[in-house]
């Protein structure tokens, strides 16, 4: 799987948009881009994926650049609860691979 | 919408006891996982499942067993526990095996061994 490089942290004021950025230079055609977060103490948490277009859903928007080695994940208002540490990995769409491997993510400070 | 279920939240054992747990999703997943997580480390595979009646060891299989009688449930199984079993163990299950669909994963169960 490719590789992803993501800053170790960022702070964020409550309200205003959290945009976390992800590299993956050596992302293939097949590969579609994933964020997920965890929250401290909690099972990771799926936020979105996206193979070369741009997403959005109800948590947040995905932004993948033209040639798709960088992606930007968006969260429009972000709030207290929205501190935790955000994972960007990359999947192929087929592999008999299922295991899940994080890096060591973003972790993301929403402040008052 | 409940999601991928586990129960119990948490659990202390001692050395050389057994136990379940549990992981029930209604989501009509056919792929569930067990993966457990150590203090400050990344996510290891233990077991996983394509379907009822279908399981296969993941990284860390050791000391542990799986069943799969249904689509909704796939329970994990200590025998003798240890104290290297100490861990947060989270299932999680998928539509799908690849990248084409995500793993959802339930709140996790909290282990000690004592």
């Known amino acids: 799987d490719a590789k992803t490089t993501q800053p170790p942290s960022m702070d964020c004021a409550e309200g205003r948009a959290a945009n976390l950025p992800c590299n993956h230079s050596?992302?293939?055609?097949?590969?579609?881009v994933y964020w997920y977060r965890q929250i401290h103490s909690q099972g990771p948490q799926y936020i979105i994926h996206?193979?070369?277009n741009n997403e959005t859903n109800e948590m947040a928007s995905l932004i993948i650049t033209e040639d798709r080695k960088s992606s930007t994940l968006i969260l429009p208002h972000a709030t207290l609860r929205d501190t935790a540490v955000y994972y960007c990995i990359v999947r192929p769409r087929l592999s008999n691979d299922y295991k899940l491997s994080f890096g060591a993510g973003t972790t993301v400070t929403v402040r008052a | 919408n409940a999601g991928v279920t586990q129960t119990p939240k948490f659990r202390i054992l001692k050395i050389g006891q057994s136990m379940t747990l549990q992981c029930a999703q209604d989501m009509n997943h056919n792929y569930m996982y067990w993966y457990r997580q150590d203090p400050g480390m990344g996510l290891k595979l233990i077991y996983y499942?394509?379907?009822?009646?279908?399981?296969d060891k993941g990284e860390v299989p050791n000391g542990y067993n799986v069943s799969r009688s249904t689509t909704e449930d796939f329970p994990l199984r200590l025998e003798l526990a240890a104290p290297s079993q100490t861990s947060v163990y989270f299932c999680a299950s998928s539509y799908s095996g690849g990248g084409y669909q995500p793993q959802h994963f339930g709140d996790g169960t909290r282990l000690s061994i004592l």
């Open positions: 499942s394509v379907g009822a009646g279908i399981t």
């Open positions: 050596t992302i293939s055609g097949n590969e579609y």
């Open positions: 996206g193979l070369k």
